[in-house]
Protein backbone atom coordinates (compact mmCIF):
# COMPACT_ATOMS: atom_id res chain seq x y z
CA UNK A 1 0.00 0.00 0.00
CA UNK A 2 1.53 3.32 -1.05
CA UNK A 3 1.62 5.84 2.17
CA UNK A 4 -0.35 8.03 1.26
CA UNK A 5 -3.18 5.80 1.06
CA UNK A 6 -2.26 4.55 4.06
CA UNK A 7 -2.37 8.15 5.52
CA UNK A 8 -5.35 8.50 4.37
CA UNK A 9 -7.44 5.44 5.70
CA UNK A 10 -5.78 6.48 8.74
CA UNK A 11 -7.07 9.71 8.59
CA UNK A 12 -10.94 8.58 7.44
CA UNK A 13 -10.60 5.85 10.74
CA UNK A 14 -9.66 8.54 13.22
CA UNK A 15 -12.30 10.84 12.18
CA UNK A 16 -15.01 8.33 12.10
CA UNK A 17 -13.67 7.52 15.78
CA UNK A 18 -13.87 11.49 16.46
CA UNK A 19 -17.19 11.55 15.16
CA UNK A 20 -18.57 8.20 17.74
CA UNK A 21 -16.54 9.67 20.72
CA UNK A 22 -18.56 13.27 20.15
CA UNK A 23 -21.99 11.61 19.17
CA UNK A 24 -23.50 12.20 22.37
CA UNK A 25 -22.16 15.79 22.62
CA UNK A 26 -23.47 16.39 18.93
CA UNK A 27 -26.95 14.63 19.83
CA UNK A 28 -27.01 17.07 23.17
CA UNK A 29 -26.44 20.00 20.63
CA UNK A 30 -29.45 19.50 18.43
CA UNK A 31 -31.59 18.75 21.62
CA UNK A 32 -31.17 15.59 22.87
CA UNK A 33 -31.46 15.59 26.50
CA UNK A 34 -30.87 19.10 27.05
CA UNK A 35 -28.68 20.18 30.00
CA UNK A 36 -31.06 21.40 32.68
CA UNK A 37 -30.49 23.46 36.19
CA UNK A 38 -30.81 21.21 39.10
CA UNK A 39 -31.97 23.16 42.44
CA UNK A 40 -30.74 22.50 45.80
CA UNK A 41 -33.58 20.98 47.93
CA UNK A 42 -34.19 20.19 51.63
CA UNK A 43 -37.31 17.77 51.14
CA UNK A 44 -36.32 15.54 53.82
CA UNK A 45 -39.93 14.02 55.29
CA UNK A 46 -41.26 14.02 51.99
CA UNK A 47 -42.33 11.00 49.13
CA UNK A 48 -42.31 10.63 45.67
CA UNK A 49 -44.15 8.19 43.77
CA UNK A 50 -42.83 7.14 40.30
CA UNK A 51 -45.22 4.89 38.10
CA UNK A 52 -44.17 3.24 34.84
CA UNK A 53 -44.88 0.18 32.50
CA UNK A 54 -45.11 -3.50 32.86
CA UNK A 55 -45.83 -4.02 29.07
CA UNK A 56 -42.83 -5.41 27.62
CA UNK A 57 -43.55 -5.92 23.90
CA UNK A 58 -43.77 -3.39 20.78
CA UNK A 59 -46.56 -5.25 18.66
CA UNK A 60 -47.10 -8.84 18.24
CA UNK A 61 -46.54 -10.27 21.84
CA UNK A 62 -44.82 -13.60 19.95
CA UNK A 63 -42.71 -11.80 17.75
CA UNK A 64 -42.25 -7.93 18.47
CA UNK A 65 -39.85 -5.93 19.50
CA UNK A 66 -38.47 -5.68 22.91
CA UNK A 67 -39.70 -2.21 24.86
CA UNK A 68 -40.84 -0.71 28.19
CA UNK A 69 -40.09 2.38 30.24
CA UNK A 70 -38.01 4.84 28.11
CA UNK A 71 -34.85 5.15 30.29
CA UNK A 72 -34.31 8.67 31.50
CA UNK A 73 -38.05 9.52 31.63
CA UNK A 74 -37.61 7.39 34.76
CA UNK A 75 -34.54 7.63 35.86
CA UNK A 76 -34.11 10.88 35.52
CA UNK A 77 -36.79 12.08 37.91
CA UNK A 78 -36.01 9.43 40.28
CA UNK A 79 -32.73 10.73 41.15
CA UNK A 80 -33.78 14.45 41.27
CA UNK A 81 -36.26 13.51 44.11
CA UNK A 82 -33.78 11.28 45.59
CA UNK A 83 -30.93 13.93 45.81
CA UNK A 84 -33.88 16.47 46.93
CA UNK A 85 -33.81 14.01 50.39
CA UNK A 86 -37.59 12.55 49.16
CA UNK A 87 -38.39 9.20 49.70
CA UNK A 88 -39.04 7.46 46.51
CA UNK A 89 -41.06 4.52 45.31
CA UNK A 90 -41.86 2.58 42.18
CA UNK A 91 -44.72 1.07 41.44
CA UNK A 92 -46.43 -0.44 38.36
CA UNK A 93 -49.97 -1.38 36.95
CA UNK A 94 -49.13 -5.07 37.96
CA UNK A 95 -46.76 -4.96 40.31
CA UNK A 96 -42.88 -7.01 40.22
CA UNK A 97 -40.89 -5.97 37.09
CA UNK A 98 -40.71 -3.16 35.14
CA UNK A 99 -39.42 -3.67 31.50
CA UNK A 100 -36.59 -1.01 29.65
CA UNK A 101 -36.75 0.34 26.48
CA UNK A 102 -33.19 -1.54 25.44
CA UNK A 103 -31.94 1.35 23.74
CA UNK A 104 -32.57 3.85 26.05
CA UNK A 105 -29.90 2.84 28.29
CA UNK A 106 -27.34 2.51 26.14
CA UNK A 107 -24.94 4.20 24.18
CA UNK A 108 -25.08 7.31 23.46
CA UNK A 109 -28.98 7.52 24.25
CA UNK A 110 -27.78 7.15 27.88
CA UNK A 111 -27.88 9.97 30.44
CA UNK A 112 -26.12 10.40 33.67
CA UNK A 113 -29.29 8.73 35.46
CA UNK A 114 -29.06 6.49 33.61
CA UNK A 115 -25.27 5.10 33.81
CA UNK A 116 -26.01 6.15 37.51
CA UNK A 117 -29.00 3.73 37.82
CA UNK A 118 -27.25 0.85 36.30
CA UNK A 119 -24.62 0.86 38.95
CA UNK A 120 -27.25 1.46 41.47
CA UNK A 121 -28.47 -2.21 43.36
CA UNK A 122 -31.19 -0.50 45.32
CA UNK A 123 -32.42 1.12 42.60
CA UNK A 124 -32.75 -2.07 40.37
CA UNK A 125 -34.14 -3.71 43.39
CA UNK A 126 -37.03 -1.07 43.12
CA UNK A 127 -37.37 -1.78 39.50
CA UNK A 128 -37.47 -5.29 39.19
CA UNK A 129 -40.11 -5.37 42.20
CA UNK A 130 -42.01 -2.13 41.99
CA UNK A 131 -44.93 -1.91 43.87
CA UNK A 132 -48.52 -2.62 43.06
CA UNK A 133 -50.92 0.16 42.21
CA UNK A 134 -53.86 -1.36 43.87
CA UNK A 135 -52.12 -1.99 47.02
CA UNK A 136 -50.76 2.34 47.53
CA UNK A 137 -52.79 5.31 48.74
CA UNK A 138 -51.81 8.09 46.29
CA UNK A 139 -52.36 10.57 48.68
CA UNK A 140 -49.59 9.17 51.11
CA UNK A 141 -47.64 11.25 48.37
CA UNK A 142 -46.25 14.93 47.50
CA UNK A 143 -45.63 14.15 44.36
CA UNK A 144 -47.15 11.63 41.83
CA UNK A 145 -44.83 10.94 38.76
CA UNK A 146 -45.93 9.24 35.75
CA UNK A 147 -43.00 7.73 33.13
CA UNK A 148 -43.19 7.26 29.83
CA UNK A 149 -42.37 4.94 26.84
CA UNK A 150 -43.44 2.81 24.04
CA UNK A 151 -44.97 0.24 26.75
CA UNK A 152 -46.89 3.00 28.50
CA UNK A 153 -48.68 2.95 25.36
CA UNK A 154 -50.28 -0.49 26.44
CA UNK A 155 -51.19 0.01 30.03
CA UNK A 156 -51.59 2.99 31.83
CA UNK A 157 -54.30 4.24 29.73
CA UNK A 158 -56.57 1.68 30.21
CA UNK A 159 -56.12 1.59 34.09
CA UNK A 160 -59.17 2.30 36.23
CA UNK A 161 -57.59 1.86 38.97
CA UNK A 162 -54.68 4.07 38.23
CA UNK A 163 -57.37 6.50 37.04
CA UNK A 164 -59.33 6.32 40.29
CA UNK A 165 -55.87 6.99 42.30
CA UNK A 166 -54.74 9.32 40.49
CA UNK A 167 -58.46 11.39 40.88
CA UNK A 168 -57.55 10.54 44.64
CA UNK A 169 -54.60 12.20 44.93
CA UNK A 170 -55.74 15.78 42.44
CA UNK A 171 -59.01 15.92 45.33
CA UNK A 172 -55.96 16.55 47.37
CA UNK A 173 -53.68 18.77 45.32
CA UNK A 174 -51.12 15.99 45.28
CA UNK A 175 -48.63 17.54 42.58
CA UNK A 176 -48.98 15.38 39.75
CA UNK A 177 -46.36 15.04 36.72
CA UNK A 178 -45.64 12.89 33.53
CA UNK A 179 -43.31 12.86 30.58
CA UNK A 180 -44.20 11.54 27.05
CA UNK A 181 -46.77 8.29 27.22
CA UNK A 182 -46.81 8.99 30.52
CA UNK A 183 -49.70 11.14 30.28
CA UNK A 184 -51.92 8.58 29.20
CA UNK A 185 -51.84 7.82 33.22
CA UNK A 186 -54.29 10.90 33.54
CA UNK A 187 -56.61 9.66 30.67
CA UNK A 188 -59.10 7.61 33.16
CA UNK A 189 -58.96 10.40 35.87
CA UNK A 190 -62.02 12.50 36.75
CA UNK A 191 -62.02 16.19 38.13
CA UNK A 192 -64.03 16.27 41.98
CA UNK A 193 -67.05 17.22 39.67
CA UNK A 194 -66.61 13.80 37.66
CA UNK A 195 -65.47 15.22 34.17
CA UNK A 196 -62.59 13.91 32.86
CA UNK A 197 -59.30 15.63 34.77
CA UNK A 198 -57.48 16.38 31.44
CA UNK A 199 -60.72 18.42 29.98
CA UNK A 200 -59.86 22.27 29.41
CA UNK A 201 -55.89 21.66 30.90
CA UNK A 202 -52.98 23.11 28.95
CA UNK A 203 -50.88 19.82 28.52
CA UNK A 204 -48.50 18.10 27.13
CA UNK A 205 -47.01 14.51 25.59
CA UNK A 206 -45.44 13.25 22.59
CA UNK A 207 -46.64 14.21 19.27
CA UNK A 208 -48.67 12.72 16.98
CA UNK A 209 -45.38 13.93 14.73
CA UNK A 210 -43.39 12.16 16.82
CA UNK A 211 -44.79 8.65 17.03
CA UNK A 212 -45.06 8.74 13.24
CA UNK A 213 -41.82 10.00 12.77
CA UNK A 214 -40.60 7.11 14.95
CA UNK A 215 -42.54 4.91 13.03
CA UNK A 216 -44.66 3.21 16.41
CA UNK A 217 -48.17 3.94 14.98
CA UNK A 218 -48.76 0.58 16.02
CA UNK A 219 -49.19 1.41 19.38
CA UNK A 220 -52.87 1.14 20.67
CA UNK A 221 -53.52 4.79 22.10
CA UNK A 222 -51.41 7.96 21.31
CA UNK A 223 -50.54 10.80 23.84
CA UNK A 224 -51.67 13.83 21.81
CA UNK A 225 -54.47 12.36 19.57
CA UNK A 226 -55.95 11.18 22.97
CA UNK A 227 -55.89 14.19 25.10
CA UNK A 228 -57.10 16.12 22.11
CA UNK A 229 -59.95 14.09 22.10
CA UNK A 230 -60.44 14.49 26.21
CA UNK A 231 -60.58 18.30 25.24
CA UNK A 232 -57.49 18.82 26.59
CA UNK A 233 -55.28 22.27 25.15
CA UNK A 234 -52.63 20.31 23.77
CA UNK A 235 -49.52 22.56 23.12
CA UNK A 236 -45.88 21.38 22.50
CA UNK A 237 -42.79 22.28 20.41
CA UNK A 238 -41.85 21.19 17.09
CA UNK A 239 -37.99 20.30 15.73
CA UNK A 240 -36.57 19.28 12.36
CA UNK A 241 -37.55 15.73 14.32
CA UNK A 242 -39.49 15.92 17.43
CA UNK A 243 -37.32 13.62 19.24
CA UNK A 244 -34.85 16.65 19.57
CA UNK A 245 -38.20 18.75 20.53
CA UNK A 246 -38.65 19.64 24.18
CA UNK A 247 -41.51 21.39 25.75
CA UNK A 248 -43.30 21.96 29.60
CA UNK A 249 -46.97 22.60 30.73
CA UNK A 250 -48.45 23.47 33.90
CA UNK A 251 -51.78 24.17 34.41
CA UNK A 252 -52.51 23.90 38.42
CA UNK A 253 -50.60 20.90 39.95
CA UNK A 254 -50.34 19.24 36.89
CA UNK A 255 -46.66 19.57 35.22
CA UNK A 256 -46.13 17.94 32.17
CA UNK A 257 -43.42 17.23 29.77
CA UNK A 258 -43.52 16.77 25.94
CA UNK A 259 -41.04 13.98 25.84
CA UNK A 260 -37.96 12.28 27.22
CA UNK A 261 -36.30 15.89 26.43
CA UNK A 262 -38.39 16.70 29.08
CA UNK A 263 -37.56 15.44 32.14
CA UNK A 264 -35.20 16.87 33.86
CA UNK A 265 -37.44 19.92 33.72
CA UNK A 266 -40.68 18.29 34.75
CA UNK A 267 -39.34 17.00 37.73
CA UNK A 268 -37.64 20.29 38.42
CA UNK A 269 -40.75 22.02 38.05
CA UNK A 270 -42.43 19.42 40.39
CA UNK A 271 -39.77 19.91 43.05
CA UNK A 272 -39.37 24.04 43.33
CA UNK A 273 -43.61 23.99 43.34
CA UNK A 274 -43.00 21.39 46.71
CA UNK A 275 -40.26 23.67 48.02
CA UNK A 276 -42.76 26.85 47.77
CA UNK A 277 -45.47 24.97 49.40
CA UNK A 278 -43.43 24.35 52.05
Known sequence: MKKGYLWGGLGVAGAILL?????????????????????????????????????????????????????????????????????????SIQGGGIPFEPVSLRWPLATHADRRYLNDPAAQSKT????????????????????????????????????TKISEAHAEDVLLGSVCHGALGFLMATDVDGSPLVEGRTMTAVTDKQVEELGIGITPQHPETELRRLGANFVSATAFRDFFATYLAVDGNIVTGQNQNSSGETAQTLLRMLDERD
Open 128 to 163: ANSLKIDDIDFRDYEIIWLAGGWGAAYDLGFSEVLG
Open 19 to 91: VLALLPQILATIGLHPAYERGEFNLTGKKALIIATNHDTLGDPEDGVATGVFGSELTIAYYDFLDAGMTVDIA
